[in-house]
């Protein structure tokens, strides 16, 4: 062991192997905040180092785990005590952007926000957005396909990514840096590793897809009185705000009052006797036209009673305090740890009859269980946090079980942008049929014959299938 | 030329942002005199005839003053203009509150912190919360002027020998009355308003090691933040937490210790005047936005640190 | 007692701005507009004495071209009950505003002025003072807490160091700093309700008042970028180069 981690010290460098406290000293599950366990942490600085490291570990069957922003709600990120971490914290650099072409040439380790914010400089925007922005990496979005605030308008990382750098299980690079938006020459081999959470190769740089900004953005927070209501309004906003509409973010009053009234972390700007909360938002370009029709939208939608109330914020400081409720993941962590976490994908208009069955069956086995929900509804997307008191394994089983189990009737997902991980593993067979997972296990196998990358993930044990 | 510089103090001693204003009075040219309005502040007198550069100190001494209430000393400054092209003070509370009724009693307009003398009657001031600096020229006879003290180097407070000069006029205008004031303590200033602010990061490692934080935070008058990552080690509590979730913080010193430098973290305190990072590992990104950087081991640093100071 | 609220329009504080490449300005094409985060706090505390009882009528009062009329219109949704513009071409001079407010205040007789204590664009902090030297009223800057008490106000004001609180004989004029309140939103009943409150058109003609010129703008740049830093070898060498470089009193003031 001492020797393949010598050979790996040669290759980056002392300061760029951490073992010991220092990797300790880090933890790879910000819910659980345990202790990352590996037996060292790798942080090369070029894909030429990866890929010799890489090379190394292949060479003596040496699993790794790559950490981006350590910021999933999976457990892909969970190393065990033989497993070697590769961090891609010193691989950060913003290569190039062309704002003819509307491309973005970054490394892995750049956190999204710092890709965001290169894009502002040259007056166009990256569309990819989420609450994690600041922590979240370039890497780990490609890695997870992850989704956000802005897949109403924009897709998801997978929509954003025009071309790929890949380092394979056995370190071999291979480099698909595509920056065309048309190219159907064979097989578009950056979406096989988009969304493979590091269980076929590890990403190193990309290049991204630019949007033109939006400089002119209107925000609101609205309330409906029943579900019939709120899909009424998403289409009712879809109409008028046309390609405008940026976000519809739904809040379940057990979200919105939580975060608000009962905690006191934040101000209600309503109050909190509605059902259901959406923050809506358009993104246009001129100040003045995107305000009017905004506010004609909100304004119909008011006079034809699909929403009971609304505020619309009049400043920036007023729209971010508006986010600032929908995005206080943190908020609801601590207000009911332990709590066990969903990302589930559905037809919308099966979410209601099935967030009221969930509640059901949770509160019939735990009288005094809080189910908390909030989503992209646009998207037919839900999280879903229950919360019982405790968190044990078996609790854990009958949970997901409840979970799950409608999902499979309905055909929806068990994971909308989250991924898959450890957790949802052996649920796959529920989003997934056996044609689908014997396929995925061959790439797998052809991809990673050892094994070695981010092991134990993504698919399922070989015992449950 | 001639200049009438407001000085700054509490009746006691005179607040150093003075002497920095009077550099800026230098720049302009011309001869200075200093204005000291306060109640039993003969002391504060004393200390202005020996700043260097000053021609003459004038003392109004009035229970009247003592507050420095802005509609008394702002009639007090009118009634002592006309002797002066130029009316300049540093951008205390006291002197924002009451300069800009000068300008207007005067009917001029007033330059507002200035950071720059170009000449006697331009000069540079930020705008846009400092994100850019306008060149500002005046067509006043009589500029008033308030000037960011900390653009400005401090002139001796030794040294000089100017007369005092008693003024007897008192302006008492009777409409506002000081009622109380709750000054805060200066050992733990709050963080949010703090001049210096040490935070500690995952690398202090336990609640415990913070002490050795504290102790410096203590000979600095500092107040003590931390990472996310502090926090949610559970060192301290999150009501400490600088960065995009906790304050934003923008102190004339701020010192990062085993922070790494995630970028959220950043986002609460990238405003900082100076900022100073100390942290075991060279490639923590915390250095690439430190104007100082130390790599060693922290708790070898603090005490060192706290011994030094 | 009547209220007046003045309030200006400015660039919304998310907006980065960035000078122009002539140096004559920033540019503010196409950028966000809002109320100015200080001027919202006015009329909330306006509102909020309307809500107690000690406030009967609350005036908003904006300068500046047509597009003001948007900021007025919120200030009416969020609650004041009417609104006067004064049409300006450009952004007048805080003395020629302080001027201009003067004439207001005379024809309206408030009881109270409210105003932000700085707008995030220029950074003057002068007009509420200046208002209150050419109208005689007593003046309570950077409030942080405001009660109106037996035809006195009582404004606590956030200072160096601490806090101060002035006894203030009405009427007065009191500018608010961002501790006073957390401004509420604007509701879209209200919103629709304020299209209808009356807004009043005036000209600096009509109140008499000439715009003089006292400061120009010659140029504005981007502000210096901070140095690439140093790496320090000690403690010792560190405090020597904040001390001696940095110019940094390290020790506890007062």
């Known amino acids: ?465 | 030329m001639s200049i009438l510089l407001i000085a700054e103090h509490d009746n006691n001693k005179l607040n150093p942002v003075t002497l920095s204003a009077v550099t800026a009075a230098r720049q302009i040219g011309g001869e200075i005199t200093m204005l000291v309005a306060g109640s039993s502040c003969q002391s504060v007198a004393n200390d202005a005839v020996k700043v260097m550069g000053l021609s003459k100190v004038l003392l109004a001494d009035s229970a009247v003053y003592e507050k420095g209430l802005a509609e008394s000393l702002s009639a007090l400054i009118v009634e002592l203009a006309a002797d002066y092209s130029h009316i300049i003070a540093a951008a205390s509370s006291t002197i924002k509150d009451a300069m800009p009724r000068v300008a207007a009693l005067l009917d001029v307009g007033q330059l507002t912190e200035i950071v720059g003398v170009e000449s006697e009657d331009t000069f540079k001031r930020p705008i846009y919360a400092g994100n850019a600096i306008a060149t500002v020229h005046s067509h006043d006879a009589v500029k008033v002027i308030t000037v960011r003290a900390s653009a400005f180097d401090k002139v001796e407070a030794e040294g000089g020998n100017a007369s005092i000069d008693v003024v007897n006029v008192v302006f008492d205008m009777g409409v506002s009355r000081f009622v109380s004031e709750a000054l805060l303590k200066s050992d733990r200033p709050e963080l949010a308003v703090a001049n210096t602010v040490i935070s500690g990061g995952r690398g202090m490692g336990s609640a415990e090691s913070f002490n050795l934080l504290e102790k410096v935070a203590d000979k600095l008058g500092a107040a003590v933040g931390a990472s996310r990552a502090a926090v949610d080690a559970g060192f301290v509590s999150n009501d400490l937490q600088v960065g995009q979730t906790g304050k934003i913080v923008a102190p004339e010193l701020y010192i990062a210790v085993g922070i790494s430098g995630a970028i959220q973290h950043l986002a609460g305190m990238k405003e900082s005047k100076v900022i100073v990072a100390i942290n075991k590992d060279e490639e923590a990104p915390i250095f690439q936005v430190a104007d100082y950087g130390l790599v060693g081991d922290l708790f070898e640093i603090l005490p060192e640190l706290e011994a030094k100071l | 007692m009547k209220i007046i609220v003045s309030v200006k329009r400015v660039i919304d504080y998310n907006v980065k701005v960035r000078v122009k490449t002539d140096n004559s300005d920033v540019d503010l094409t196409n950028v966000k507009m809002s109320l100015n985060p200080f001027c919202e706090i006015a009329v909330e505390e306006a509102i909020r004495l309307k809500e107690a009882g000690v406030a009967s009528e609350i005036v908003v009062v904006s300068i500046g071209p047509n597009a003001v009329q948007e900021q007025l219109r919120t200030a009416m949704a969020l609650g004041a009950d009417r609104a006067i513009h004064i049409e300006t071409e450009m952004q007048p001079e805080p003395l020629n505003v302080a001027k201009l407010l003067t004439k207001i205040v005379e024809a309206e007789e408030p009881g109270l002025v409210i105003l932000g204590k700085q707008s995030i664009d220029s950074d003057n902090n002068q007009v509420g003072q200046m208002l209150a030297a050419l109208t005689g009223w007593p003046q309570g800057t950077f409030a942080s807490e405001v009660k109106i008490e037996d035809g006195k106000a009582l404004v606590t004001r956030e200072v160096d160091g601490g806090l101060r609180t002035l006894s203030l004989t009405l009427p007065a004029v009191v500018t608010t700093d961002l501790r006073l309140n957390e401004p509420r939103y604007a509701k879209l009943p209200d919103i629709m309700k304020a299209k209808r409150k009356p807004m009043e058109v005036k000209t600096p003609a009509d109140l008499n008042v000439h715009l003089k010129k006292h400061i120009s703008q010659l140029k504005v740049e981007t502000p210096p970028q901070r140095q690439v830093g140093i790496k320090v070898d000690s403690v010792d060498a560190l405090i020597d180069k904040l001390k001696n470089e940095a110019k940094i009193i390290l020790r506890k003031l007062g």
């Not at chain 1, 924009?154 to 890949?166: A, F, I, K, N, S």
């Open chain 1, 1 to 465: 062991m001492d020797t393949l981690l010598g050979a790996i010290e040669r290759v980056v460098g002392e300061k760029n192997i951490l073992r010991g406290e220092d990797v300790r000293a880090r933890s790879a599950d910000w819910i659980t905040r345990e202790p990352c366990l590996a037996l060292a942490l790798v942080r090369p600085v070029s894909v030429g180092q990866l890929s010799q490291v890489m090379a190394l570990c292949y060479e003596a069957d040496q699993p790794v785990v790559t950490h981006g922003g350590l910021t999933g709600l999976v457990r892909g990120a969970v190393a065990a005590s033989n497993d070697l971490v590769i961090s891609l914290e010193r691989m950060t650099e913003i290569e190039s952007v062309d704002p003819v072409g509307g491309t973005l040439t970054v490394q892995a380790g750049a956190p999204l926000q710092v890709v965001q914010e290169a894009a502002e400089q040259i007056g166009m925007q990256f569309a990819l957005d989420l609450g994690a922005r600041g922590s979240c990496t370039i890497g780990g979005n490609i890695a997870t396909n992850a989704g956000g605030i802005r897949v109403i308008r924009y897709g998801m990382m997978r929509d954003q990514v025009l071309g790929l750098e890949v380092v394979l299980a056995d370190g071999s690079v291979v480099s698909s840096m595509n920056n065309m938006l048309k190219n159907n020459a064979g097989y578009d081999l950056k979406h096989m590793f988009i969304g493979s959470e590091g269980t076929l190769g590890i990403v190193t740089r990309a290049v991204l897809k630019l949007q033109p900004q939006q400089s002119a953005s209107q925000t609101a927070l609205v309330a409906c009185d029943s579900f019939e209501n709120l899909i009424g309004l998403l289409q009712h906003m879809r109409q008028t705000l046309g390609g405008e509409l940026g976000a519809f973010e739904v809040m379940w009053r057990s979200y919105y009052a939580l975060l608000t009234e009962e905690s006191g972390r934040h101000n209600p700007p309503l109050d909190t006797s509605s059902p259901f909360y959406v923050l809506i938002e358009s993104l246009g370009n001129d100040q003045a036209e995107t305000a009017q029709r905004f506010e004609q939208a909100i304004t119909s939608a008011f006079e034809k009673e699909l929403l009971s109330d609304a505020v619309i914020a009049s400043s920036d400081a007023q729209r971010d305090r508006l986010w600032a409720i929908r995005e206080d993941i943190e908020g609801l962590s601590e207000l009911i740890a332990p709590r066990f976490v969903f990302d589930i994908s559905l037809s919308i208009v099966d979410m209601n009859t099935y967030v009221n069955a969930l509640e059901v069956s949770v509160r019939d086995i735990w009288p005094d269980a809080k189910v908390v929900v909030f989503g992209h509804l646009g998207d037919g997307n839900l999280h879903v946090s229950i919360s019982t008191g405790e968190v044990n394994e078996e609790m854990r089983i009958i949970i997901e079980d409840l979970v799950y189990k409608p999902l499979q009737a309905i055909g929806g997902s068990i994971s909308a942008e989250h991924g898959i991980g450890i957790k949802k593993k052996n649920h796959l067979n529920i989003s997934r049929n056996p044609g689908e997972i014997a396929l995925m296990m061959k790439l797998k196998e052809v991809m990673d014959p050892k094994g070695l990358l981010n092991r134990g993930k993504v698919l399922p044990d070989k015992t449950n299938l």
